[in-house]
Every structure is written in C-alpha cells, then in structure tokens.
C-alpha cells in the first residue's frame, strides 16, 4: 500500500460510500413495483438496482484519489492496452450477487477494491439486507463493523479444530460448480474426516473464512475479477490467502480477460492444502 495515502481516513470513505450504494439498491430491493430483470451479452442479470449503485459508486471513487481510474461491472471496459498501464485502479461490483437479489435471499453484497501492481490492497464488501459491513487493508488488519459496533476479525487455525474431532467446514456457492465441489468433498473427507458444507451466495463466503467461520472456500466454476478482488483484500488482511489452482495467489488485470481461474480460498494458510488440493 502506498504510504503517502491515509488508509484508515480512505477505508472510512469507502465505507460510506458502499453504505449510500446499499441504501440505493434497498430502494429497489424493498419497492412494492415489480422487479424487471434484463440480460446482458454475457447472459448475466442486470437489474435496477445494479446500475443505480453503480452510478453513485463510480463518481464518488473516482473522486476520492486523483487520477485513479475506476472499473466497474456496469460500465464499458477499457481495452486491455490501457488497463495495462494502470498501476493502481479501483475495481467495483455494485451488486455482487444479482441472481440472489432477484430470488431476495438477502446474500448479496456492494464490492469495492484498490489494486495496486496486481494486489488488492484494500477492500470493503458491504451487505446492504443486514447492514454489516467487511473491510480490510494490507498491513493494518481487517474487521467487521455490525450495530454500530467494529471489531477485528483473524481466519482460524485448522489443525486444532482438527485434532479436537471437529469437521472442516467448508463455504460453497448455491449456484455454481456443485459436481466439482462434492467431488472435493469426497477427498477431504477421505484424508481429514467430516466435512460440513454451507452453500450461500456472493462475495459473502470468502468473508466467512475471513472471520474465522469457515476453513475453506473452493470455486471451481467461472467468476470475474470484480467479485473477488475487494473480498480477497479481506481475507489476506485476515492472514488468509487467495490462490489459483496452481496454487499461486490469485492476481488482478494481468491479462486481456477479466475472468479469473478457478481459486481457493483458504483460511489457515499454515495447514498442508496444496497436496490435497492439486490432488
């Protein structure tokens, strides 16, 4: 992170800002109108809601350092000839979890992170239904914020709880990757013993292995840059860590496409993963 910015001054104003964004999209989320529903080139849902946080986000973030561009989900992206140029960026998903704000399961959140030479450094995932709030920033810890109260949360150890007769729990998405995800399954159980799986859906499952909560969080099925990037900074600022399946630590604007790889999302970063994971 770079020094000349006042990271606990510049994490409250993001704050505030996706606090505003989920106060927008609750607007949609809770009018009694019909909700309308609309595809984009990549099949994915688009609602209302997604491009009023969007326009409040956009403006705000660009203002806040200048000469930082930001991208964001619901915008035109740049060619990967400029992005390439950039050094620090915000990366936005104003409503990371459309698909369950339609069905209105509450599971979905505002993502805000600043990349800096590939690395999220700070994030912020905030969960507009239940008014909490995650944050993190390299070298200065992460927390979670909820009734007016903040409180710094740390991934767990897992070879204790293991020791203990307690299962490995793991955080799956509700929508995606569910055959490559019982299949791991079925490895962990036969090297570790019982696993416990809860399926759920946005950038909320890598905040529970950030509070400690879960162990794991495996994706194995498509996802963009913009839903991990402001998550990970969490999780790493929780001593987790984010890697691909190669096993290296999942990296931002490196390529033409903002699809990442399949990753993992591990909570206790000091526990032999990569054997059976790569297996």
Known sequence: MDKALDTKVLVK??????????????EVYNSSAELEVDTKADDSPVTAADLAAHR????????????????????????????????????????DGTKEFIRRTGEFTVNVALIEGGEPVLGVVHVPVLDITYGGCKNNGAFKRSAGTEQAIRVRSLAPRLEAGEP??????????????????????????TVACKNMGSSLKLCLVAEGAADLYPRLAPTCEWDTAAAQAVVEAAGGVVVDDKFQLLRYNTKDSLLNPHFYVIGDSGFPWRELLIK
């Open 13 to 26: 104003q993001v704050i505030d800002i996706c606090t505003r964004a989920g106060e927008a999209i609750l």
């Open 56 to 95: 409040l986000l956009a403006p705000a973030l660009a203002a806040l350092i200048e000469g930082v561009p930001v991208l964001s989900e619901e915008q035109e992206f740049p060619p990967y000839s400029e992005r390439r140029q950039w050094k620090r960026y915000w990366i936005v998903d104003p409503l």
């Open 168 to 193: 490995v729990e793991l955080v799956a998405s509700r929508s995606h990757g569910a055959g490559a995800v019982d299949r791991l399954v079925e490895c962990i159980e036969s090297e570790l013993g």
